[in-house]
């Protein structure tokens, strides 16, 4: 089982629609990331929260917006997406993003559809 | 700056054959490296990390990796695999910058396990 855990497991929402997806860790980490992933492709960074606070922005566009309300909650906001934004995004945590060789550990993700 | 590259983007294998995955990083500061796995459907599993110390790292599911430093590898090894092991195997290198850290991925490699 999962330690971190993604709602929903799958979205299909048209272009107008406003979602969020949702993610949640109880292992006390400090840092909380989002990822896009293609088929067949490695994670693409988007986003990394540091102790609550957006210390990393991959020039992501502002069609989705990220949220932290507290250590252990991650939403991911999304609004007027394109048919290219269709993927799996993955959510992941680690003890902190403030030292080099932390792991992180990944939810099972969010497949996404944009119709 | 860091990166990974796997060098085979798919590779089949017989049931009970020993495998190996070949994964070559760059880098000229101390670099701290890890293996995912991605089952279909899932989010990554962290397999094993290499952070200091002994370069024989021993992982999860009987899956084993040695560090490298003169070739710049860190290729994963398992002696005899099952069909379960098919999966999409990922190489990551943990890199620092003014931000924060982040997991930078290779490009994967499919692992294809038959009877």
């Known amino acids: 089982d999962t330690e971190v855990t993604q709602t929903p497991k799958h979205l299909v929402m048209g272009m107008t629609n406003k979602k969020s997806l949702k993610c949640e860790q109880h292992?006390?980490?400090?840092?909380m990331y989002w990822y896009k992933q293609k088929a067949k492709k490695p994670p693409e960074l988007m986003f990394v929260?540091?102790?609550?606070?957006?210390?990393i922005n991959e020039s992501v566009p502002s069609r989705f917006s990220p949220e932290c309300p507290n250590s252990s909650l991650l939403n991911l906001h999304l609004h007027a997406l394109q048919p290219e934004d269709s993927a799996l995004y993955l959510c992941?945590?680690?003890?902190?993003?403030?030292?080099?060789?932390?792991?992180?550990?990944f939810g099972d993700g969010t497949r996404l559809s944009i119709l | 700056a860091q990166s990974v590259t796997q060098l085979d983007s798919q590779v089949p294998v017989f049931e009970e054959a020993p495998v190996e995955l070949r994964c070559n990083y760059s880098?000229?500061?101390?670099?701290?490296l890890f293996w995912y796995v991605q089952y279909p459907n899932q989010g990554l599993q962290l397999l094993l990390k290499?952070?200091?110390?002994?370069?024989l790292v021993k992982g999860i599911n009987g899956f084993e990796a040695e560090f490298n430093k003169s070739q710049t590898s860190f290729h994963l090894r398992k002696p005899s695999v099952h069909i379960s092991d098919t999966a999409e195997y990922f190489c990551?290198?943990?890199?620092?910058?003014?931000?924060?850290?982040?997991?930078?991925f290779g490009k994967g490699t499919t692992l294809s396990v038959s009877s």
């Open positions: 992941a945590s680690s003890q902190t993003s403030r030292r080099v060789g932390q792991p992180q550990h």
């Open positions: 292992m006390g980490h400090r840092a």
């Open positions: 929260y540091s102790y609550e606070k957006l210390s």
């Open positions: 880098s000229s500061v101390s670099v701290y």
């Open positions: 290499y952070l200091s110390g002994s370069t």
């Open positions: 990551a290198v943990s890199l620092a910058n003014q931000a924060g850290t982040a997991l930078i």
